[in-house]
């Protein structure tokens, strides 16, 4: 069974910085995708980062290009997303999610619907 737990959200203030994780299980890690998205209230969700273990491609939303870095530890299965600099804009449920091979791009950003897994989230907020 594949598995995608999140961790590591909370409260920050505006200027901080907070690392989230991303526990993979279930599935070959290598020959997967790993991407990190988020959805505020009211908001559709969208595509943060995107990372492809079989190429090393990385993609980042223009919004959180440097600020936010995602990497990988693949003896532990697990992806991060280092955030820094953080905006109050960025409060967001953050989802990581799964796909076989390639990140789904287009422009540049990587696409929700183009994921297979997805962990249940975890809540950033950052207060102004």
């Known amino acids: 069974e594949v598995q995608l737990v999140e961790s590591g959200g909370g409260l920050v203030q505006a200027g901080g910085s907070l690392r989230l994780s991303c526990a993979a299980s279930g599935f070959t890690f290598d020959d997967y995708a790993i991407g990190w998205f988020r959805q505020a209230p009211g908001r559709e969700r969208e595509g943060v980062s995107c990372?492809?273990?079989?190429?090393?491609?990385?993609y980042y939303a223009g919004s959180v290009q440097g600020r936010f870095t995602i990497s990988s530890d693949n003896a532990k299965n697990t992806v991060y997303l280092q955030m820094n600099s953080l905006k109050p804009e960025d409060t967001a449920v953050y989802y990581c999610?799964?796909?076989?091979?390639?990140?789904?791009?287009?422009?540049?950003?990587?696409?929700?619907?183009?994921?297979?897994?997805w962990g249940k989230g975890t809540l950033v907020t950052v207060s102004s």
């Open positions: 999610a799964a796909v076989r091979f390639l990140c789904p791009v287009v422009r540049g950003t990587s696409q929700p619907e183009g994921m297979d897994y």
């Open positions: 990372f492809s273990s079989s190429d090393g491609t990385t």
